[in-house]
């Protein structure tokens, strides 16, 4: 019984013209279906291996994953930016052009949005399937390049799934790079995510899962990572680049923490917390925000203003401690006009703690704001008493010196 899968040497069961070269997703589905037929017994499912040697690979067909215990792997990320071709005039002395390594082609003429789903019905939920080492290219974006839409999902997990893994993955002009729905201690790692509607999206509800090491930046249409209804979310040591309209985006998200990350931005809203967040951390990430300075992308923005500030929290408890910001944002860039800019607004709950945050700026801002509707909130060593602005009595508050 095999199970190690070449795609390179792989004959389709029905119909041997279709081969990796012609769609490597009907050819997979193939695959998959043998790996279900060897392994019918219950207790005796080891899984398998299928693996993506370097080349160009088109999929027209969307593969369908409903067995635990897969690994799909490649030997190579292959990213290289889309974005920066599509508006280079003249490309005819590059050295390359297009991504490489083990690259599979997201045509998807089947009518299906996905070039990998993950689903099943039943019990017991999906686990341990990896996606590995290779490369999920959208190719091209509509009505114009610089849209980030498409249509396409590179993985959507779509039920309940476990201990899945998603590591050392290449993702390009995609609308959508990964979404998973109802993750149980998945693990996003080592990635390189970028000039994608959205790179990461956990929707539905999720607990334990990490987010860390990767190299992430979403177009202006999406998130680079977005989080619903999470529990225990860890997001750490990645280096999150523009132009997502958020950096991290929570939604009633608790006990979560955003550590040690490099976040990069060229618009307000770095850290957007929808709804109520409780019992979050938000520490020793390194912000840097400025205004846009390439032509083709000066004319997007993601609808807030500097008013907004680059940590938007909503919710209680949450702790904001020792980040630093750099704020560079010429005067005559700052929307509305006039305005002061805001660092850290604190726009809604309770008992939420801000303490020995640094922000550097080029012009006046207020380092914290707390709105009118925030209760019990301490500010302790992270703005002087010209950079804060609380539009409430119910707080503490003690300046940096």
């Known amino acids: 019984m095999p199970t190690v899968f070449d795609v390179t040497t792989w004959t389709h069961s029905a119909d041997p013209s279709i081969t990796c070269y012609t769609d ?29 040697p370097p080349g160009d690979y088109p999929l027209r067909t969307r593969v369908t994953v409903d067995v635990s215990y897969l690994t799909i792997k490649g030997s190579g990320h292959g990213f290289t930016s889309s974005s920066i071709r599509y508006n280079t005039p003249d490309t005819s002395n590059w050295h390359e052009l297009w991504p490489g390594g083990s690259r599979i082609k997201v045509q998807n003429t089947d009518g299906n949005g996905e070039a990998f789903l993950v689903s099943r019905s039943g019990d017991p939920r999906l686990s341990s399937v990896v996606f590995k080492d290779f490369c999920l290219d959208g190719l091209s974006c509509s009505p114009h390049q610089n849209s980030y839409l498409n249509g396409k999902y590179g993985i959507k997990v779509n039920t309940a799934n476990d201990a899945f893994r998603i590591e050392g993955m290449g993702f390009v002009y995609l609308e959508h790079a990964v979404t998973v729905r109802d993750a ?25 899962t990490k987010i860390t090491d990767n190299l992430i930046g979403a177009g202006h249409v999406g998130f680079s990572i977005f989080a619903e209804q999470h529990e225990g979310l860890l997001i750490t040591g990645n280096n999150i680049f523009p132009r997502g ?14 550590t040690a990350n490099r976040l990069h931005s060229f618009y307000p809203g770095m850290i957007d917390f929808e709804g109520v967040n409780k019992e979050n951390l938000i520490s020793g990430n390194h912000f840097r925000r400025e205004v846009e300075p390439w032509p083709p992308m000066q004319s997007y923005n993601n609808g807030k203003d500097d008013l907004y500030g680059l940590i938007h929290l909503r919710g209680d408890s949450n702790m ?19 305005a002061t800019p805001v660092v850290i607004r604190v726009e809604s709950g309770d008992a939420n703690h801000i303490s020995n945050n640094r922000a550097v700026t080029n012009v006046a801002a207020k380092a914290v704001l707390l709105a009118s509707t925030t209760t019990a909130t301490k500010v302790l060593d992270s703005a002087t008493a010209s950079e804060f602005q609380a539009d409430t009595q119910n707080h503490t508050f003690r300046a940096t010196p």
């Open 24 to 52: 490597i997703g009907a050819l997979i589905n193939d695959i998959i279906a043998r790996i279900k037929q060897d392994q019918p017994d219950q207790a005796a499912k080891p899984g398998a291996v299928i693996y993506i």
């Open 184 to 208: 149980d201690a998945l693990s996003i790692s080592g990635n390189f995510i970028a000039e994608c509607g959205s790179c990461i999206e956990l929707v539905g509800s999720g607990q334990a």
């Open 245 to 258: 309209k958020s950096s991290v985006h929570f939604k009633n998200v608790n006990r979560s923490s955003i």
């Open 320 to 338: 904001v401690s020792t980040n630093f910001f750099a704020l560079n944002v010429a005067a005559g860039a700052i929307t509305p006009p006039g």
